[in-house]
């Protein structure tokens, strides 16, 4: 039962936090090492999706962090977290377990959930949530992404992801559809697979991952539409995980890197020995180690050559672009506004109101893509220019719109 878990998360942590401090176990035969300065690269055959099959690991999280203490401490850790974010550990400890219940949300918070599709396959979709929660022995483990405690060799190992991405996902580096197979936008997919019944026959990403792709298929799916009442518009929710679809196509992508280059540096473990760092929660922006990598290819922007410098830049652009988007915020409040008017004292015709509807909606998308849920301007390291036009292009649609209803 997950309630166990909980109490496990909480005293494992203690535990081997103790024992790492003290000089740890010794790391098996299998042990990781260091990994070179650019820790993605860009392969041109990228590791395809791994199927159901390949969650080998029955291993529990104290097995995992009996045989890799030092990496099991980086991943528990709440060194770097910034006020927005926790540690992937979070979830094991203080997650709701009603929760448990729903597969569609287990498909996303627990490692367990590729244990039950394999045994219930679609069945598990009208199970009892009891039944269901019963069956929940672990929320994120290792062997998301690992095989199993002696053979850490890496795919993306969640089904969910696979069923509704494997047609269409386009060739990315395994070490990024790692992190990329929960930070997505499927978690709007809850819905029509559960009223569906099944896992089968969704092609999320079919118009590709472009925005105007995406928000097609959402609509024809129903994915998360919720119909606005006051201004008759329908809007997507897209949540905050839609980290794939902004990075893709970015600059750093482009350039080989991954998401662990900047989010799992390698780092010098208490025991001295150089490990991979699990701590993926942590803040790039708060590790030296991670922004003085920066500094390597952004060195010379705007006399970029430390790392408080890159800090520095960072901040800039985030600056920006939270000014822009406050001036895309207090305009959207008008559309709004204006649409309610509208909507009812018939004011404006249904052609009209229509289009404003349909810029005000694919606006909405736009932003939650551009911005995601913590609207700080975080987005903008991943991918700058995407955050930036996207802001571009929503302002254009709503003053496009205002100006059809004044």
Request: one cysteine or more; charged letters at 25%.
């Amino acid at each position: 039962m997950i309630s166990s878990n909980k109490r496990f998360a909480v005293a494992i942590a203690v535990a081997i936090s103790t024992v790492a401090l003290a000089g740890g176990l010794a790391l098996a035969g299998c042990a990781p090492q260091a990994m070179p300065e650019t820790q993605g690269g860009a392969d041109e055959d990228t590791a395809a999706i791994a199927l159901d099959e390949s969650r080998q690991s029955t291993a529990s999280l104290a097995e995992w962090a009996e045989a890799y203490p030092q990496q099991f401490v980086s991943y528990n850790t709440d060194k770097w977290v910034s006020q927005e974010l926790r540690s992937h550990n979070w979830i094991a400890a203080f997650s709701d377990e009603e929760s448990w219940g729903n597969p569609t949300c287990t498909a996303c918070k627990s490692t367990s959930f590729n244990d039950m599709y394999a045994a219930h396959g679609d069945e598990i979709f009208s199970m009892d949530a009891a039944e269901l929660e019963s069956e929940v022995s672990i929320a994120w483990d290792c062997g998301l992404c690992h095989a199993d405690v002696d053979d850490l060799t890496v795919a993306p190992r969640s089904v969910w992801f696979e069923r509704l991405t494997s047609q269409d996902l386009p060739n990315m580096d395994t070490e990024t559809l790692l992190c990329v197979q929960c930070h997505n936008s499927l978690s709007t997919y809850r819905v029509p697979v559960m009223e569906s019944g099944s896992l089968e026959g969704f092609r999320s990403y079919r118009n590709g991952l472009g925005a105007d792709g995406l928000y097609a298929a959402m609509m024809e799916d129903n994915a998360r539409i919720d119909f606005e009442e006051e201004t008759g518009a329908k809007l997507t929710h897209v949540a905050d995980g839609t980290i794939l679809e902004s990075f893709y196509g970015s600059a750093h992508e482009a350039a080989g890197l991954t998401c662990i280059d900047c989010h799992m540096r390698s780092t010098t473990a208490d025991t001295g020995e150089a490990i991979t760092g699990h701590n993926a929660s942590g803040n790039p922006l708060k590790n030296d180690e991670t922004m003085e990598f920066c500094v390597t290819c952004h060195k010379g922007q705007s006399g970029v050559s430390t790392a408080d410098e890159m800090r520095e830049l960072v901040a800039e652009k985030k600056e920006a672009y939270v000014a822009e988007h406050e001036e895309y915020k207090a305009q959207r409040a008008e559309l709004k506004r204006l649409l309610t008017l509208a909507t009812a004292d018939g004011s404006a015709d249904e052609a009209t109101l229509e289009k404003a509807r349909s810029n005000y909606s694919m606006a909405s998308f736009l932003d939650q893509i551009g911005s995601g849920v913590v609207d700080n301007g975080e987005r903008v390291a991943h991918n700058t220019k995407l955050s930036f036009d996207y802001n571009s292009r929503v302002l254009a649609l709503v003053n496009e719109a205002i100006d059809l209803l004044q």
